[in-house]
């Protein structure tokens, strides 16, 4: 850590932070690359001055009020790095006439001309998700009918709203981070690492994706546990797998720490999961995100790792791309390999929940086939728990996948992908082997090693 630390060096930071991300977000546009790693690369210097400088004398609270200050200072422009927010106005404008959803294509309302007076043009234009069924599940659908009831016919009004609801939610994991931090008997100044971090601030309430919704009924399910309100823990437990369905993997983790409780508390997820998806809930509907979740597995990809190495033996062997096999086992060794750990932990504690979490999420993405920058924000949230910082790496290199949207026609520069993962896997590396032979304790296997 930095020995030398000033209030000029923590204002001048400050500042540095703030003006390249609000440069970043109001003044560039994605398929400049040039300008948008250049105001990356000074937001992120900015962060990284914070954590070096985190032993210092400045409060945590007081990174969490810079942290708000700047996400309210991106509620007034649209997205400039994702579109998904058009089909959550799409979808929320059929939610406001009565319309499921989940039910048709969107190209089906425009080809027959449905709804043209709220399912306009520009907005089908825009979508890139044309011939897809929706994935967004009821808990996001939500927030999708509000922002849209609350502006009808405003798209800057209704992206607003969204960016509003996940800024309340940031607010809350961060001040939960704190609370944890505090528990765990950790330095509360760690809650820079998720309060400050770039790729954080700009792909949850810069860019609307909504793991901050998961991120915080997660961090939240954790905290409520180690209170002991087992049932308000599995509610919220439920709606982070209603928000996205990763959540579920973290449920192995609680065998152990809950005993037979964990049989009720299962229940209970499963009942919460249930009636959040009930109002919407139909054979057409199961059918319709089935696909549109197989698509997603079976034929999207991007910025992988591991797969794309597969998928390169698979050409060598076969000749052609097998991500109808490699996808499947990649997502069956995810799976048991969180149970294994699960299981074979001995005697864990709540303490170290955060680390089993961080595992699960981060072979998951390890293994995917699709690996977005926002992804990576569920591992800065709960690294911050632990003493492992590899995914702080991995948020300042994943931004620079957002160099292949500058070429005509996209086009992925898989030696960009290369050296991304060569760095975060050789920092892992040195985690988890190096620091470990310096007497570092921990082993995934062994749960009573924090």
Same mark, same amino acid.
């Given at each position: 850590?930095?020995?030398?630390?000033?209030?000029?060096?923590? =204002?001048?930071?400050?500042?540095?932070?703030?003006?390249?991300?609000?440069?970043?977000?109001?003044?560039?546009?994605?398929?400049?690359?040039?300008?948008?790693?250049?105001?990356?690369?000074?937001?992120?210097?900015?962060?990284?001055?914070?954590?070096?400088?985190?032993?210092?004398?400045?409060?945590?609270?007081?990174? =969490?009020?810079?942290?708000?200050?700047?996400?309210?200072?991106?509620?007034?422009?649209?997205?400039?790095?994702?579109?998904?927010?058009?089909?959550?106005?799409?979808?929320?404008?059929?939610?406001?006439?009565?319309?499921?959803?989940?039910?048709?294509?969107?190209?089906?309302?425009?080809? *027959?001309?449905?709804?043209?007076?709220?399912?306009?043009?520009?907005?089908?234009?825009?979508?890139?998700?044309?011939?897809?069924?929706?994935?967004?599940?009821?808990?996001?659908?939500?927030?999708?009918?509000?922002?849209?009831?609350?502006?009808?016919?405003?798209?800057?009004?209704?992206?607003?709203?969204?960016?509003?609801?996940?800024?309340?939610?940031?607010?809350?994991?961060?001040?939960?981070?704190?609370?944890?931090?505090?528990?765990?008997?950790?330095?509360?100044?760690?809650?820079?690492?998720?309060?400050?971090?770039?790729?954080?601030?700009?792909?949850?309430?810069?860019?609307?994706?909504?793991?901050?919704?998961?991120?915080?009924?997660?961090?939240?399910?954790?905290?409520?546990?180690?209170?002991?309100?087992?049932?308000?823990?599995?509610?919220?437990?439920?709606?982070?797998?209603?928000?996205?369905?990763?959540?579920?993997?973290?449920?192995?983790?609680?065998?152990?720490?809950?005993?037979?409780?964990?049989?009720?508390?299962?229940?209970?997820?499963?009942?919460?999961?249930?009636?959040?998806?009930?109002?919407?809930?139909?054979?057409?509907?199961?059918?319709?995100?089935?696909?549109?979740?197989?698509?997603?597995?079976?034929?999207?990809?991007?910025n992988g790792s591991f797969y794309y190495f597969f998928?390169?033996?698979?050409?060598?062997?076969?000749?052609?791309?097998?991500?109808?096999?490699?996808?499947?086992?990649?997502?069956?060794?995810?799976?048991?390999?969180?149970?294994?750990?699960?299981?074979?932990?001995?005697?864990?504690?709540?303490?170290?929940?955060?680390?089993?979490?961080?595992?699960?999420?981060?072979?998951?993405?390890?293994?995917?086939?699709?690996?977005?920058?926002?992804?990576?924000?569920?591992?800065?949230?709960?690294?911050?728990?632990?003493?492992?910082?590899?995914?702080?790496?991995?948020?300042?290199?994943?931004?620079?996948?957002?160099?292949?949207?500058?070429?005509?026609?996209?086009?992925?520069?898989?030696?960009?992908?290369?050296?991304?993962? =060569?760095?975060?896997?050789?920092?892992?590396?040195?985690e988890v082997i190096i620091k470990r032979k310096k007497?570092?304790?921990? *082993?995934?296997?062994?749960?009573?090693?924090?």
């Amino acid at each position: 850590m930095l020995k030398i630390h000033s209030k000029t060096g923590f =204002i001048a930071s400050s500042i540095l932070l703030i003006a390249a991300i609000l440069w970043l977000t109001y003044g560039t546009v994605r398929t400049d690359s040039f300008q948008l790693l250049s105001s990356f690369i000074l937001a992120f210097i900015a962060y990284a001055y914070f954590i070096l400088t985190k032993n210092s004398n400045n409060k945590p609270l007081t990174y =969490i009020y810079l942290g708000v200050i700047i996400r309210f200072s991106l509620l007034f422009t649209l997205p400039n790095l994702s579109d998904d927010f058009y089909r959550f106005i799409w979808d929320g404008r059929l939610l406001n006439h009565g319309i499921n959803p989940f039910l048709e294509l969107p190209s089906y309302y425009l080809d *027959n001309q449905l709804y043209s007076d709220f399912l306009t043009p520009d907005i089908y234009n825009n979508l890139n998700s044309q011939n897809y069924f929706t994935v967004y599940p009821p808990v996001l659908q939500s927030v999708f009918w509000l922002a849209t009831a609350l502006f009808s016919k405003s798209v800057l009004g209704s992206v607003i709203v969204m960016k509003s609801v996940l800024l309340l939610f940031e607010i809350g994991s961060m001040i939960l981070i704190l609370k944890l931090l505090k528990h765990f008997k950790m330095p509360e100044q760690n809650v820079v690492l998720y309060a400050l971090n770039p790729v954080v601030i700009l792909e949850i309430v810069g860019n609307i994706h909504f793991e901050g919704a998961m991120i915080f009924f997660s961090l939240l399910a954790v905290w409520l546990l180690i209170k002991k309100k087992w049932f308000t823990s599995a509610l919220s437990m439920s709606i982070a797998i209603v928000a996205k369905l990763l959540p579920l993997m973290f449920l192995p983790f609680l065998i152990k720490r809950l005993g037979w409780k964990s049989i009720r508390y299962f229940a209970i997820v499963g009942l919460g999961v249930l009636a959040l998806f009930l109002p919407l809930l139909n054979a057409t509907f199961i059918k319709n995100i089935s696909t549109s979740v197989g698509l997603y597995f079976n034929n999207f990809e991007y910025n992988g790792s591991f797969y794309y190495f597969f998928r390169w033996v698979g050409y060598q062997i076969e000749g052609y791309n097998m991500i109808n096999y490699i996808s499947p086992l990649l997502s069956l060794t995810v799976a048991t390999s969180v149970f294994v750990v699960a299981l074979r932990s001995k005697m864990p504690k709540f303490e170290t929940l955060p680390l089993h979490i961080l595992f699960a999420l981060s072979i998951f993405y390890l293994l995917s086939t699709t690996v977005h920058p926002w992804y990576i924000t569920s591992l800065v949230a709960f690294c911050s728990l632990t003493r492992f910082r590899y995914p702080i790496v991995w948020s300042g290199l994943i931004f620079l996948t957002y160099i292949n949207y500058s070429a005509e026609p996209f086009h992925e520069n898989l030696w960009l992908v290369g050296f991304e993962y =060569i760095i975060v896997l050789a920092w892992v590396f040195y985690e988890v082997i190096i620091k470990r032979k310096k007497s570092i304790r921990f *082993n995934f296997f062994n749960s009573q090693d924090n």
